[in-house]
């Protein structure tokens, strides 16, 4: 390699380099940013409500929250709860997520079976599902299976029509590119359709995230002797409003760091393609 050719390489090799380090600059303010938001929401919020701008009987208050976490591990039943609705969600995000994907599939491959679900797909899916909250208790029982059957619904139809919907937009002339060589459905669908609906069905993990939280605790609301739906349900009860809210809490924390695991297992994926 000449001297020029050197000295170009380093050059560029040396500007790769500081675009890098502006790149992970930007990824720590942007997380001080988000961390420094948080802590001035949970400040003004305990000074609102110690300056009583805000009842804190009805709004809670950080401290008191923080020694509501401090009873219930003391008390022994916090990661229980803690680990009884999480335990849950898992189930109900990885049977939608999975159950879902699985019916897409049939769907893409049959289009005639496609053309016959679509109305019903479409009804279920703009079912609100606790109103099945009664029937489900009566097929499934008052039990944690109750639980999981709301989880699933809550799930299932919105993946089958969301991955549904990216395997039919996959590019027709790549289709007919695997055809024209000889290609049959199964290769096209292992060879074209489902890595170019890799993205629409990241999605869907990252949707069935929410939609999991959301039907365990519509579940634990009606029938549930344990987890962080029973515990809003019974502080909302006996009007122990700090109870509900460090309930609230931690559930959107259990939740954040389930999508966090979602994007990072989407991160990884994407490497290991590339």
């Known amino acids: 390699m000449s001297p020029e050719k050197r000295v170009q390489q380093n050059k560029y ?10 790149v992970k600059r930007k990824k720590i303010y942007i997380w001080t940013i988000r961390i420094l938001l948080l802590f001035l929401f949970f400040a003004l919020w305990e000074i609102a409500a110690d300056r009583r701008w805000i009842d804190p009987f009805i709004s809670s208050q950080p401290s008191k929250m923080w020694n509501t976490v401090i ?13 009884i609705t999480v335990g849950e969600t898992v189930i109900g995000f990885l049977s939608g997520t999975i159950l879902g994907t699985f019916i897409a599939v049939l769907l893409w491959w049959s289009d005639f079976l496609s053309k016959i679900l679509d109305p019903y797909l479409v009804v279920l899916n703009s079912l609100p599902k606790v109103a099945l909250g009664p029937v489900i208790i009566v097929w499934a029982g008052a039990g944690y299976s109750a639980i999981l059957t709301m989880a699933l619904l809550v799930s ?5 029509i969301g991955v549904y919907s990216g395997l039919k937009e996959v590019d027709k002339e790549k289709i007919i590119l695997v055809k024209t060589f000889g290609g ?8 074209v359709v489902l890595p170019a609906s890799f993205p629409t069905i990241m999605n869907a993990l990252k949707i069935n995230v929410g ?9 634990e609301f009606l029938v549930s002797k344990a987890g ?8 909302s009860q006996v009007f122990d409003l700090d109870l509900v809210m460090t309930s609230v809490i931690i559930l959107a924390a259990a939740a954040a760091i389930m999508y966090i695991a979602v994007a990072y297992l989407e991160k990884r994926v994407l490497k290991h393609r590339n």
């Open 156 to 160: 299932l139809f919105t993946t089958i």
């Open 211 to 219: 939609l999991s939280w959301i039907g365990v605790i519509m579940g």
């Open 71 to 83: 009873f219930l591990h003391q008390d022994g039943s916090l990661y229980r709860h803690i680990g």
């Open 228 to 235: 962080l739906g029973y515990l809003i349900t019974y502080g």
């Open 184 to 191: 049959n459905k199964k290769q096209i669908l292992q060879k």
């Open 13 to 22: 090799s040396q500007e790769h380099q500081q675009f890098l380090k502006c």
